[in-house]
């Protein structure tokens, strides 16, 4: 008699597919997977407790480092944090720069998911277009901010500096020639049968069990759930803009793709939006406790310079108490719980990574399918383990 | 603030023995409930169907070493039906553990690992209690205020046994 037994096998955690340092030991009946077991943690850097020995403004850079394809939208959470706790309110500039510089780091972070997540299929054009408008929106955060990869842009109560000039008029550049890019990618994917026949059907979680496990972002919204925190509690005058939540409906791998294709083009038309209404005014709060004077008063003038200097090495004292802000990150939600009990550091910054969450979800969409669906599966997703193990 | 959060006044009603208390700094609300209650009132909050906190968003530990009992576990929910956030924490002492909320939310399941990774609370009936962030066999928790930001060993390179 043959004997029949389960295979198990290591995938990573240095696998192309894995987006990173991830690995899972899957157990196999034939290519089936019985069970699934991811391991992370390969990349923990202690950014929770490092952020406790720094300064508010100190802990900003790290946040770059979390999900380092969105470090804009993760300052963002940050900032929106620190402030709720000091109770300040950002002028109407900076909230929409803001808004302009996460949208675009939105698309340009889904471009890397699209690119990446397309060639782990086998789709491998795509991913060369992809890097090319990605370029793009890093050329403009290189203008911006002076940083492509970890801009650092957003500083506690506004942003580092105004927009450089000549710089909106390339912004604009970007989003008239962008529809025009999605066309190609979906002329290359949305209707192709290989495409459809990897990604139909494959890795589906349901609209409760999505919930259940706390997953979010376009990971929950291809399940069919109608839920953004941008619409849900919105932030940085995201209430001023139009647009819409794109929604799948079996929140298979393919739901999960098209739901982030029609996010880009809501992003696009955000960045136009703030384009076409950016007020003018400040771009930083009026709070010398606690705002960072702009570079160019610190240069020109001594009381702007000591300022910078007591900020920069002491910090500010925060008022004891605790918050929650959360953004609408590329990945889902992003949260950051900031407990403070009165002095210049945090007591606790705990960060609410979306890719977390919605990776613990994964044994749940790949257990009972085939081997060749977990690479798909994982891909669309869209993990980061920069902010999984933090 | 007179205006008492509708899901607070349903958990006083509730479970009127137990001492709870509610804070409210900059618009959110912190419910604070003893740790013996701790799966009941998640499991009430879950099924109510007026409240329906259906997702928890999040579950973390916080060390306010030296105090005691020293640590606290914050537990956020979510409510779809009425868009709504609600923060409970419970007070743990060291070498206390906590009830899993695992069998409510399964997003508990790898938050709870996490909590135990770092801050070394055990929850009771967790399916899969191990280190999630740091490897198996690791000695002490990072996140405890006790803990050097350097970590203990920083001078000295350590290998794991394989």
């Known amino acids: 008699m043959a004997e029949t037994r389960l295979m198990t096998i290591n995938m990573g955690p240095q696998h192309p597919a894995t987006h990173g340092v991830l690995r899972l030991v899957l157990e196999l009946d034939g290519e089936i997977i019985v069970k699934a077991t991811p391991h992370i943690g390969h990349l923990h850097r202690g950014v929770e407790k490092l952020a406790e020995a720094r300064t508010y403004h100190q802990v900003i850079p790290l946040t770059d480092r979390l999900d380092y394809t969105n470090a804009m939208g993760n300052n963002l959470a940050y900032v929106l944090a620190v402030e709720k706790l000091l109770g300040i309110e950002v002028p109407k500039r900076a909230q929409y720069l803001r808004v302009m510089m996460a949208e675009l780091q939105r698309i340009a972070a889904h471009l890397i998911w699209l690119g990446t997540h397309a060639l782990d299929i086998g789709a491998m054009t795509l991913l060369f277009y992809n890097f090319r408008e990605r370029e793009d929106i890093l050329r403009i955060f290189e203008e911006v901010s002076g940083g492509r990869l970890t801009p650092t842009y957003l500083r506690i109560g506004g942003v580092a500096k105004d927009l450089p000039e000549g710089i909106e008029g390339k912004i604009r550049a970007f989003v008239e020639a962008f529809p025009g890019h999605m066309k190609d990618y979906e002329t290359l994917l949305t209707k192709n049968v290989i495409w459809l026949k990897r990604t139909k059907g494959v890795g589906i979680i349901s609209k409760e069990d999505a919930i259940n496990w706390g997953v979010t972002g376009p990971t929950l919204r291809g399940s069919g759930v109608k839920w953004d925190v941008r619409k849900a509690f919105p932030y940085s005058s995201y209430e001023d803009f139009e647009f819409d939540i794109p929604t799948g409906s079996v929140g298979d791998v393919y739901d999960r793709y098209y739901v982030r294709l029609r996010e880009m083009e809501w992003a696009n038309s955000i960045v136009k939006q703030t384009l076409d209404r950016l007020p003018k005014g400040p771009i930083l709060a009026d709070d010398p406790k606690v705002v960072l004077p702009e570079k160019e008063m610190v240069l020109t003038d001594i009381a702007s310079l000591i300022r910078q200097f007591k900020i920069a090495s002491e910090g500010f004292q925060a008022p004891k108490g605790e918050v929650y802000a959360s953004v609408e990150a590329a990945k889902g939600e992003l949260g950051f719980y900031v407990v403070s009990d009165g002095s210049n550091r945090p007591f606790r910054v705990r960060i609410r990574p979306p890719s977390f969450l919605n990776l613990s979800a994964l044994p749940k969409m790949i257990e009972g399918s085939l081997i060749a669906d977990v690479v798909a599966t994982i891909g669309s997703i869209d993990i980061v383990l920069g902010e999984i193990d933090r | ?162």
């Open chain 2, 1 to 162: 603030m007179t205006e008492v959060h509708p899901a607070v006044k349903k958990i006083q009603g509730k479970f009127r023995s137990s001492a709870i208390e509610t804070t409210t700094f900059r618009g959110e609300v912190s419910v604070a409930v003893p740790k013996k209650d701790i799966f009941e009132i998640c499991r009430f909050l879950y099924a109510d169907p007026d409240l329906q906190y259906h997702m928890l968003t999040d579950l973390c530990g916080v060390d306010h070493f030296p105090q005691s009992p020293r640590f606290e576990v914050v537990y956020l929910l979510y409510s779809f039906k009425t868009n709504d956030r609600l923060r409970l924490k419970a007070k743990v002492g060291e070498a206390e553990s906590v009830a899993s909320v695992e069998s409510i939310w399964k997003s508990a399941n790898w938050l709870e690992r996490e909590v135990y990774d770092l801050f070394g609370i055990p929850f009771e009936k967790h399916p899969d209690l191990r280190r999630i962030l740091l490897w198996d066999g690791y000695e002490g928790y990072p996140l405890r205020k006790d803990f050097p930001v350097e970590g203990p060993d920083f001078d000295k390179p350590f290998v794991p046994e394989v």
